[in-house]
């Protein structure tokens, strides 16, 4: 049984910071990128950051750029989101994925694993 398992949620408000964490136990994805993607209530799934297994090739969703920051300890098998500078519209529940590949993209159906969401909300 694999399972990524996010942490870091809350509230915060506008401005603020946050940092999401995920963890995956029962397999490595030290060999594959991973990433986190947001789901605002009514609205579609959205991607927010990628990266590689290196740590050298990190893609951001347009949204996010400036704010957040990716990254990953592949001793721990963890990856990291640290979010500045929240905005209300930042609101949404974040999910972390994984794929076995190291291919970054920001498909979601490229994913082949995925968290159960922590929830990020940001008051004005």
């Known amino acids: 049984q694999v399972d990524l398992i996010e942490s870091g949620g809350g509230l915060v408000q506008a401005g603020g910071s946050l940092r999401l964490s995920c963890a995956a136990s029962?397999?490595?994805?030290?060999?594959?990128?991973m990433g986190w993607f947001r789901q605002a209530p009514g609205k579609e799934r959205e991607f927010v950051s990628a990266?590689?297994?290196?740590?050298?090739?990190?893609y951001y969703g347009d949204s996010v750029k400036g704010r957040f920051t990716i990254s990953r300890d592949n001793a721990k098998n963890t990856v990291y989101l640290q979010m500045n500078s929240l905005k209300p519209e930042d609101t949404a529940l974040y999910f972390c994925?994984?794929?076995?590949?190291?291919?970054?993209?920001?498909?979601?159906?490229?994913?082949?694993?995925w968290g159960q969401g922590t929830q990020v909300t940001v008051s004005s």
């Open positions: 990266i590689s297994p290196s740590g050298l090739n990190i």
């Open positions: 029962g397999r490595t994805y030290s060999s594959g990128t």
């Open positions: 994925a994984a794929k076995l590949t190291a291919l970054v993209t920001m498909r979601e159906y490229d994913y082949d694993k």
